[in-house]
């Protein structure tokens, strides 16, 4: 059962990435390159090594509070938190370049920031290790969020 959770907790996050990475590629390479970005607009490359790093965290951090966390209410809110959550990011991606919606995406991000500010505060309570893996994906998020935020802003 272990082994099962584990897997399942490192493949949906990955997952939720490959579909943002599926909706992101062609709006990438047309209308995304139209837009007025900001100079502290990363290159493209780093987004895929980053989320790839930042997914594998939230696999590990879900499956500390899925395997090792005691069972009860707080558990089972703390992991529908989290898979409620994973689908919004995934939706980001959605909005954004194939919807071709910056405005919305911004909505969309900072529903994500609120989700990850709570899913830290209930993964404290439940696994510190877990709470502290989601912290570079506050972080990053916080930056994607001034990024979207100065997208919007520019066009």
Do not use: D
């Amino acid at each position: 059962m272990t082994y099962i959770r584990f897997i399942v907790s490192l493949l949906l996050p990955q997952l939720a990435g490959g579909i943002g990475a599926l909706f992101t590629a062609p709006g990438e390479n047309t209308w995304y390159q139209m837009l007025e970005k900001p100079i502290f607009n990363p290159p493209g490359w780093i987004f895929g090594p980053v989320w790839t790093i930042l997914y594998i965290c939230m696999g590990i951090a879900v499956f500390l509070v899925w395997n090792y966390a005691q069972k009860g209410k707080e558990k089972e809110k703390a992991l529908l938190l989290f898979w409620v959550h994973l689908v919004f990011n995934a939706s980001w991606s959605i909005v954004f370049f194939f919807l071709q919606s910056p405005e919305w995406a911004f909505i969309n991000i900072l529903i994500i920031l609120v989700f990850i500010y709570h899913l830290i505060k209930k993964f404290f309570v439940l696994n510190k290790k877990a709470a502290y893996l989601l912290i570079p994906y506050m972080v990053w998020v916080s930056f994607a969020t001034l990024l979207n935020l100065s997208i919007v802003l520019l066009n």
